[in-house]
């Protein structure tokens, strides 16, 4: 199994746009043997559609935040995207690993921190 590996930036895989359409937000924890082993989450994983990219989802893995966008709901973000009224996140230093395994490009992400870009009560 070949695996190439470069690292880029968002705009890099998102036709040049710094910020990413918000989809979903969540929680990782520690699994050991495929069980979880603690309560407290280890870091978020926000989702994002690329809209320079089709719409390609992506998940930005940020260690160390927990609830970094406290100020929006799950209920608001499914909201917005069923509504079409989109809700823009910018990522603090956002780095991009693209892969090439078995001939399919996988994306992973991580960065240091989130914010919103459009989103008003």
Request: proline share 6%.
């Given at each position: 199994m070949a695996?190439?590996?470069?690292?880029?930036?968002?705009?890099?895989?998102?036709?040049?746009?710094?910020?990413?359409?918000?989809?979903?937000?969540?929680?990782?924890?520690?699994?050991?043997?495929?069980?979880?082993?603690?309560?407290?989450?280890?870091?978020?994983?926000?989702?994002?559609?690329?809209?320079?990219?089709?719409?390609?989802?992506?998940t930005v893995k940020i260690d160390g935040m927990i609830d970094s966008?406290?100020?929006?709901?799950?209920?608001?973000?499914?909201?917005s995207c069923t509504n079409m009224k989109l809700i823009a996140v910018r990522f603090t230093d956002c780095k991009i690993a693209l892969y090439s395994i078995n001939g399919s490009m996988v994306m992973s992400a991580t960065a240091k921190g989130v914010e919103l870009v459009n989103f008003k009560k």
């Open positions: 695996k190439n590996k470069i690292e880029v930036s968002l705009p890099a895989v998102n036709n040049g746009i710094d910020y990413a359409i918000l989809t979903g937000k969540s929680f990782a924890y520690h699994y050991e043997n495929g069980k979880r082993t603690d309560e407290t989450p280890t870091c978020e994983k926000i989702d994002v559609a690329l809209q320079g990219n089709r719409f390609s989802p992506l966008l406290p100020e929006i709901s799950d209920e608001e973000i499914e909201a």
